[in-house]
């Protein structure tokens, strides 16, 4: 057998020379420029060493904002909406299954009179025939859908999302809520969002109680690009709320958004004095405020629905704004405040940056409280 492995030897010898010369003969990176004169060949070799100088920055990666309301959400779908799945171990909806969904219900803050014509339903056609999870999720999701829809359609999307052909004329947007809701953050990314759809933005900032609500405002405005119209400390609100308007107006901007000082709504002095607010507006323009949207801290609960009567008594609110959605797992309360209210949410926010807010849309929406 020595001839055999003569032979193999052989064979390992002639690949590794073979292997050898390719690396010898791999040629060096050149970059070839189709000229023979030195000075066209300067600023092109400048190019190239600039480029190679340049460091490579992998390209920012774009969130959608469903995905970020799904992120957002995931609180409340690890906590209590996931929880479904755990109601489908055994082959069918048994009373105890169904007694486990009424409460998980109530933990996701859904109104009485909704989880007890949900749970006739569910008992109603369990007796047709057994849900699959994945059956009784398009079931639910029809439900709730059909509680929203109808209050949903009234939002004036126009009023949230610019359109250049549109008559030029100033929308007006006052926002209100209790203290630490959101309303300066919310303005913040609504007037980053406009001014990149390529809105004008004036923001007139009301709350002059506290210098540094205005300064906080201001760092946005900046950011975005938006006027901000500021008064003094402890000046008139509904003054700094007119000149905000009156700027508006002269520079024939597209919106001008309110920024207002936040106050319990059992507060009668305070919610009067907003009330003046809007009502000075009208002295420019009797059809504003064209919105009055009050914005509700997820967490707030079913306690939401007490601020909203109180706002919506002392001013008559368009819409609603719902913040905080990322950090609390109530966020599914929508729902109820929404067919409670009969008030639309015109926006939705899942964080602090200027993409976490967006239109409210009710697929998107129970699609991240509800799918995987
Ligand atoms: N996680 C999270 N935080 C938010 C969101 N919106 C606002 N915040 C935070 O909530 C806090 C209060 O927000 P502000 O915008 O100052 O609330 P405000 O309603 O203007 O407060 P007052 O003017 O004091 O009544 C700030 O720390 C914000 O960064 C959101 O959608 N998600
Ligand atoms: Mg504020």
Known sequence: MDWLYIIVQGLVIIY??????KILKRPKKTHVISTDKDDELKPQLQEILKAEATPVVAPKKEISFKDR???GLSRSRSEVW???TNLFSGPALTEDTIDSLEELLYSADIGTATVAELIEEVKKKAKDGNFTEESFKTFLFDFLKGKMEPVQEKVDHSLYQFDKSAEKKTKVIMVVGVNGAGKTTTIGKLATKLRGQGASVVVGA?????AAAVDQLQVWCDRAGATMIRAKEGANPSGVGYDALQAAIN????YCILDTAGRLHTKENLMDELAKSKNVLAKLDPTAPHQILLVIDAITGQNALRQAEEFHKTLGLTGLIFTKCDGSSKAG???TIVEQ???PIAYIGVG????DLDVFNIDDYLHALLDN
Request: charge should be positive; proline fraction near 0%.
């Open 16 to 21: 590794a020379i073979y292997v050898f010369r």
């Open 69 to 71: 309301l799904k992120l």
């Open 82 to 84: 996931g929880k479904l």
């Open 206 to 210: 009301c709350d002059t109680f506290r």
């Open 251 to 254: 520079q024939n901007a597209d």
């Open 333 to 335: 309360s929508a729902v």
């Open 341 to 343: 209210l009969k008030l």
């Open 352 to 355: 602090e940056t200027a993409e």
